[in-house]
């Protein structure tokens, strides 16, 4: 793996990883109502407020983020996140631990490894999530080996956590909250004061449609009012990048 950024951060916080899909490539069943320029700001904005969400989380002591893509390592380093890229090499120790060869699965197998403490896999397409929502989930996380955040269908995983051992085997895609829990994970409760924020990914264009008057990061609700004609989000109050 090659890693551009701030060294790794210290005081034995949490580290994240946060896996960004090219943007090319990135949530194509939004195909059907976005154009590609729109679809591609989407993904920015709300990779951009998880990022921000990690970087302010007093609990978080690294952010990393994963792609292939060199405009996704721009951006991981204006928000003072570490980029890591594939580099092509996959060991055994990797291939060991993926799930039928994934990409996704292998690109993050590459970058946990050699992490030490907790360690948390997020989405990127999580726009409701803020550094308050994402603190009280690391702390249930914190009383578990293994745990995860389900999304709001109950089929996939938004969040994966690990606070012990180096077995941190990544079965995302489909199936992949059926395929954590058989793993051992314990599923996390979706904390009543975020309304499932940390639950709710975007992947269909219905996904989008149900942001509008729910609170959302600051990339995200001016690419939802500028891009995608949406005005009625509102953006969270605590956000230290809020601009008036």
Same mark, same amino acid.
């Given at each position: 793996?090659?890693?551009?950024?701030?060294?790794?951060?210290?005081?034995?916080?949490?580290?994240?990883?946060?896996?960004?899909?090219?943007?090319?490539?990135?949530?194509?069943?939004?195909?059907?109502?976005?154009?590609?320029?729109?679809?591609?700001?989407?993904?920015?904005?709300?990779?951009?407020?998880?990022?921000?969400?990690?970087?302010?989380?007093?609990?978080?002591?690294?952010?990393?983020?994963?792609?292939?893509? *060199?405009?996704? +390592? &721009?951006?991981?380093?204006?928000? #003072? %996140?570490?980029?890591?890229?594939?580099?092509?090499?996959?060991?055994? !120790?990797?291939?060991?631990?993926?799930?039928?060869?994934?990409?996704l699965n292998a690109a993050l197998a590459g970058a946990l490894t050699g992490l030490t403490g907790a360690v948390a896999?997020?989405?990127?397409?999580?726009?409701?999530?803020?550094?308050?929502?994402?603190?009280?989930?690391?702390?249930s996380a914190s009383q578990h080996r293994h745990s995860v955040v389900v999304d709001h269908r109950g089929e996939g995983t938004t969040m994966a956590m690990w606070t012990a051992g180096t077995d941190r085997v990544c079965l995302f895609g *489909?199936?992949? +909250? &059926?395929?954590?829990?058989?793993? #051992? %994970?314990?599923?996390?409760?979706?904390?009543?004061?975020?309304?499932? !924020?940390?639950?709710?990914?975007?992947?269909?264009?219905?996904?989008?449609?149900?942001?509008?008057?729910?609170?959302?990061?600051?990339?995200?609700?001016?690419?939802?009012?500028?891009?995608?004609?949406?005005?009625?989000?509102?953006?969270?109050?605590?956000?230290?990048?809020?601009?008036?």
């Amino acid at each position: 793996m090659n890693e551009i950024g701030d060294p790794e951060g210290i005081g034995g916080g949490w580290t994240i990883v946060v896996p960004v899909k090219s943007l090319a490539r990135a949530k194509s069943r939004l195909g059907s109502t976005l154009s590609p320029l729109q679809r591609r700001a989407l993904v920015v904005a709300m990779a951009t407020d998880v990022i921000t969400a990690c970087r302010e989380c007093p609990s978080v002591s690294a952010v990393k983020v994963v792609s292939t893509d *060199p405009d996704v +390592a &721009a951006l991981a380093t204006d928000l #003072g %996140a570490k980029f890591v890229t594939e580099s092509g090499h996959r060991t055994a !120790a990797d291939s060991a631990i993926t799930l039928q060869s994934d990409p996704l699965n292998a690109a993050l197998a590459g970058a946990l490894t050699g992490l030490t403490g907790a360690v948390a896999v997020v989405a990127a397409d999580l726009p409701e999530l803020d550094s308050r929502i994402l603190t009280r989930i690391l702390d249930s996380a914190s009383q578990h080996r293994h745990s995860v955040v389900v999304d709001h269908r109950g089929e996939g995983t938004t969040m994966a956590m690990w606070t012990a051992g180096t077995d941190r085997v990544c079965l995302f895609g *489909p199936g992949s +909250a &059926a395929n954590f829990l058989r793993q #051992g %994970a314990v599923t996390l409760s979706v904390d009543e004061r975020s309304g499932g !924020a940390a639950s709710r990914d975007v992947d269909i264009p219905s996904d989008v449609i149900r942001l509008a008057g729910r609170q959302v990061g600051l990339a995200t609700a001016k690419t939802l009012r500028e891009q995608l004609g949406q005005p009625s989000c509102r953006v969270h109050a605590e956000s230290a990048t809020m601009v008036w």
